[in-house]
């Protein structure tokens, strides 16, 4: 049996990070992250006007490997209308979350420009195995 997405006790914001203007390129949301890490969720918001898709990369190794593809709506997070969207419950590969053993990172990409003076908004949350 797995372990269960809130069992610890204390959950941590690990990363943070924020996509502008970037077309195709890694954004990676938390270099160097500790050994012995589990990842439970990934929020992504926006204040920009249109829809985006966010691609989501692991890297365990220094090669980003894509997961999977997310759509954000316009407005994700920041109405009560549009909830923020969780990469790790959206991509159903993914389980539970993600077990960082040996260090690891996730990266971000979005093939959509964003509109200048808008944001894509991320925070990694998790706790310590």
Not at 25 to 34: D, I, N, V
Not at 47 to 63: A, K, M, R
Not at 64 to 72: D, E, Q
Not at 90 to 108: K, R, T
Request: glycine share 10%; aromatic share 10%; no cysteine.
């Amino acid at each position: 049996m797995g372990v269960s997405v809130f069992d610890e006790k204390i959950a941590y914001v690990f990363g943070k990070g924020f996509l502008i203007n970037q077309l195709a390129s890694h954004t990676e949301l938390f270099p160097g992250a500790p050994q012995n890490l589990r990842i439970d969720r990934l929020v992504a918001t926006t204040d920009d006007t249109i829809d985006h898709e966010i691609t989501l990369w692991i890297n365990n190794d220094g090669n980003p490997v894509p997961v999977g593809t997310v759509h954000l709506p316009a407005g994700s997070g920041f109405s009560a209308a549009i909830p923020p969207v969780d990469l790790i419950a959206a991509l159903p590969a993914l389980g539970d979350g993600v077990n960082f053993y040996n260090g690891g990172s996730f990266h971000v990409s979005d093939p959509v420009a964003i509109t200048a003076l808008k944001f894509i908004y991320f925070a990694v949350i998790g706790a310590w195995m």
